[in-house]
C-alpha cells in the first residue's frame, strides 16, 4: 500500500522568497509521484511527475521537484513565489506495478503569499 | 480543447432528496474517476472505471451512493437519499488509460451542500 505525508498544512511565503513544501511517501514498490496544485473553486491541475529517468523533474509555473529514494521524498520547490502561486498543493503517490493508477493523495499544504 | 466538464458546479439540497451528478471526461479518454473533497478527510477515491467498466467502488461510502458509466463520454453519481454529511465537493477526473504514471484530469468540481 501506498501512503503520502504532506509536512505542514500551512506554509506563509514572502513574493520572492523560495517556496519549500515537504512531501514523504511510502511504497512497497517502486512509486511514480505527482504533484497537483488546486486554485480556489477550480479542480486539480498537474504541476509535475517523476516515473522513470530523471529524478530532478522541472514542472510549469517555474515549479521542480526532486525524487530522492534513499530518503523517501518528493519535496516540491520553486526559487522565487510570485502571488499567483497562492494555492494548495498535493503530492500523490501509485504504485507503479499497479495495473491502474490509484492515487493516494496527501493532505495538502495551503500556501499563502505575502507582498 | 474541452477538459473534464462537471455539472452542476453548485447543488444544495435538503436531506432525503436524491442528488445527481453529472461528468463529461475528456474524449479519447478510457477511465474515469469520482472523488470526494472534504476538511476532515481530504481527497478520496469513491470508484474507478475503465473502458465504461466499474473496477474498483470500494472507497463508496455506503449503498446509498450508486455511479453508473453508460457511455465513453457521460457518467453520474448519485446520492439517495442524501445527507447533510455528505456535503463536500465531489470532483470527476479522467486519464488516458487509467496505468499507474497516467496523469488523472480533474474538473471544477459540484459543491454539494446537503441541509
Known amino acids: 500500500a501506498q501512503s503520502v505525508t504532506q509536512l505542514g498544512s500551512h506554509v506563509s511565503v514572502s513574493e520572492g522568497a523560495l517556496v519549500l513544501l515537504r512531501c514523504n511517501y511510502s511504497?512497497?514498490?517502486?512509486?511514480?509521484l505527482f504533484w497537483y496544485v488546486q486554485y480556489p473553486n477550480q479542480g486539480l491541475q498537474l504541476l509535475l511527475k517523476?516515473?522513470?529517468?530523471?529524478?530532478l523533474v522541472k514542472g510549469i509555473n517555474g515549479f521542480e521537484a526532486e525524487f530522492k529514494k534513499s530518503e523517501t521524498s518528493f519535496h516540491l520547490t520553486k526559487p522565487s513565489a510570485h502571488m499567483s502561486d497562492a494555492a494548495e498543493y498535493f503530492c500523490?503517490?501509485?504504485?507503479?506495478?499497479?495495473?491502474?493508477?490509484?492515487?493516494?493523495f496527501g493532505a495538502g499544504t495551503q500556501v499563502v503569499v505575502t507582498p | 480543447d474541452a477538459g473534464v466538464i462537471q455539472s452542476p458546479r453548485h447543488e444544495v439540497t435538503e436531506m432525503g432528496q436524491e442528488v445527481t451528478l453529472r461528468c463529461k471526461p475528456i474524449?479519447?479518454?478510457?477511465?474515469l474517476f469520482w472523488y470526494r473533497q472534504t476538511m476532515m478527510r481530504g481527497l478520496e477515491l469513491l470508484i474507478y472505471?475503465?473502458?465504461?467498466?466499474?473496477?474498483?467502488d470500494s472507497g463508496m461510502p455506503e449503498d446509498r451512493f450508486s455511479a453508473k458509466m453508460p457511455n465513453a463520454s457521460f457518467s453520474t453519481l448519485k446520492i439517495q437519499p442524501s445527507e447533510p454529511r455528505d456535503s463536500a465537493v465531489y470532483f470527476c477526473?479522467?486519464?488516458?488509460?487509467?496505468?499507474?504514471?497516467?496523469?488523472?484530469?480533474f474538473g471544477a468540481g459540484t459543491r454539494l451542500s446537503v441541509l
Open positions: 477526473a479522467s486519464s488516458l488509460d487509467g496505468g499507474a504514471r497516467n496523469i488523472q484530469y
Open positions: 511504497s512497497s514498490v517502486p512509486p511514480y
Open positions: 517523476y516515473t522513470t529517468g530523471a529524478t
Open positions: 500523490a503517490v501509485s504504485a507503479s506495478t499497479d495495473s491502474w493508477g490509484k492515487f493516494q
Open positions: 474524449s479519447g479518454h478510457n477511465s
Open positions: 472505471f475503465n473502458n465504461n467498466v466499474p473496477i474498483d
